[in-house]
């Protein structure tokens, strides 16, 4: 043989070996990531039912920035976007990274809306507001069952008005 025809061959091998010897771990860190961009998807497009396949029954939502809100169920979580989607019509969340290792998948993005209804005691301010925000999703057998979420509540209430930014305070 030539050894043109070794270094083809032994390229070959190896985008073989690289294409269809990728470990479990990694192949199952990919589906995680999958599944987590589905439900991004669904929630954009306002496609409830479609939760159904990527959310366990039992999922649990935990957040800091709204601690007035219980969701420990898939039905929960559901009446949680249906109330944000009312209040912020117009949402869409951009997904900028996405990590994931074992049954963890990490996330960083924005969420842009215009507050068109009712947020707790804030009346709507016909205002945009883009907040960056971030969580961690954990998978158990193929779908989210428990997410830990994260976002500054004072940039969101200042973008809409709700709340004067500190050097309008003053004066």
């Known amino acids: 043989m030539k050894s043109q025809d070794n270094l ?38 306002r496609n409830w039912q479609a939760l159904d396949d990527l959310i366990a029954p039992n ?27 009312a209040t912020f019509p117009d949402s869409r969340m951009t997904i900028h990274h996405v990590v994931a290792e074992g049954n963890l998948v990490a996330f960083y993005g924005t969420y842009v ?35 830990w979420l994260t976002w500054d509540n004072l940039a969101a209430l200042t973008q809409l008005g709700h709340f004067l930014p500190p050097a309008q305070q003053t004066k």
Do not use: W
Not at 17 to 35: D, H, M, R, W, Y
Not at 60 to 76: G, I, K, M, W
């Open 8 to 45: 083809l061959l032994a390229g070959m091998a190896f985008l073989l070996c690289v294409v269809g010897c990728t470990s479990p771990a990694i192949q199952q860190a990919e589906k995680n990531k999958q599944l987590f961009q589905r439900g991004v998807e669904a929630i954009n497009n």
């Open 59 to 85: 999922y649990v939502r935990h957040c800091q920035a709204t601690p007035d809100v219980t969701v420990n169920s898939l039905e929960d979580f559901k009446q949680f976007l249906k109330q944000d989607a």
């Open 113 to 147: 809306g215009t507050q068109k209804g009712q947020m707790g005691p804030f009346p709507p301010s016909n205002k945009q507001m883009s907040l960056e925000f971030a969580g961690v999703h954990r998978v158990e057998n193929g779908k989210l069952v428990e997410s």
